[in-house]
C-alpha cells in the first residue's frame, strides 16, 4: 500500500476486512457413552441435517448430548450465532403458581436440566457470561408466533409435553443457518390432555417416518441406553415403563 495523501480515503484489502472467530470463555468436547449418543451426535453434526427428533427414556443422555454439541457448534462455527432454549413449561406435580422477576427468571425452574448440563460442561461462570453476552437465550413457547430462528441452534426438551399445535409453530419457525434438536420422554407426559399418541413429538416422529426427509433425523433410545444409573430401568419398570 502506497504512502496515505492528504484527505485521501484507503479503502482496506481483504486480510484487513477479516473479522475474528468468536472467542467464547469455553473448551467442551463430547465422549458418547455408546453407540446410540455416537449416531445421535453424527446427525447433529450433518450439516444437511435441519432438525433431529430424540425420544428415550430418562438417563439416556438426551438433553446431555444436544447441549454438549450446540455448545460445540456456537464455538466452532460461523454460521450459529446463538442458541435457544425451549422447554414445556407443564409442571408434573403441584404448580408454583405465578412466578414474579423478568421472562429468564420466570422460566428459569423450567430450564433447570439445561442449567445442570451446561455448568457441568462448562462451569457455572462460562455459561452466565453465554447469558449476559446474548450467546445462550430462553425462549418461550408462548412467545414463538411469528418468530423468525436463523443463524441459531434451537434445543427443545420436555417435548413431549407439546400438543400437535404447539409443535407445528415451533419447527415452522426455522430459518436459514438454524438446527432444532427436538427430545423427550413419551412415557413421562405431563400434559392433563395428552397421551403418548397425541403428543406433538410422538405425532412428528411418526410422520418422519412415514414420509422420510434427508433435512431430519430421528434417535430412538431404548432401556439398553440408559446411562446415567442402571437403577433408573429398575426404577421405570416399578411403574410399568
Given amino acids: 500500500m502506497g504512502k496515505k495523501k492528504k484527505n485521501e480515503v484507503v479503502l482496506p484489502n481483504e486480510e484487513e476486512l477479516y473479522i475474528p472467530q468468536k472467542k467464547l470463555p469455553y473448551k467442551v468436547r463430547l465422549k458418547c457413552k455408546n453407540k ?10 450433518d450439516d444437511n441435517v435441519e432438525m433431529v427428533f430424540v425420544k428415550g427414556k430418562a438417563g439416556c443422555g438426551k438433553t446431555y448430548v444436544a ?34 422477576g423478568t421472562v429468564n427468571e420466570k422460566l428459569y425452574p423450567s430450564m433447570m436440566s439445561f442449567q445442570i448440563v451446561i455448568d457441568e460442561l462448562i462451569g457455572k461462570g462460562s455459561r452466565e457470561k453465554l447469558f449476559e453476552q446474548g450467546y445462550i437465550e430462553y425462549m418461550p413457547i408462548s412467545f414463538l408466533r411469528g418468530v423468525n430462528l436463523k443463524n441459531c441452534i434451537v434445543l427443545g426438551d420436555e417435548m413431549q409435553n407439546l400438543t400437535i399445535r404447539g409443535m407445528k409453530t415451533l419447527l415452522t419457525r426455522i430459518s436459514y443457518n438454524a438446527k432444532f434438536i427436538i427430545m423427550g420422554d413419551t412415557d413421562q407426559i405431563d400434559h392433563p390432555k395428552l397421551k403418548k399418541e397425541t403428543s406433538g413429538l410422538n405425532y412428528i416422529i411418526e410422520k418422519v417416518k412415514e414420509y422420510p426427509d434427508d433435512r431430519m433425523g430421528i434417535v430412538e433410545f431404548g432401556e439398553e441406553d440408559v446411562v446415567r444409573n442402571p437403577i433408573i430401568n429398575t426404577i421405570l419398570n416399578y411403574f410399568g415403563e
Fill in 36 to 45: 446410540k449418543q455416537k449416531d445421535y451426535a453424527n446427525l447433529i453434526d
Fill in 67 to 100: 447441549v454438549c454439541k450446540a455448545l460445540e457448534l456456537l464455538k466452532e462455527k460461523e454460521e450459529f450465532e446463538k442458541i435457544y432454549l425451549v422447554t414445556s413449561s407443564i409442571q408434573s406435580e403441584e404448580p408454583l403458581g405465578l412466578l414474579p
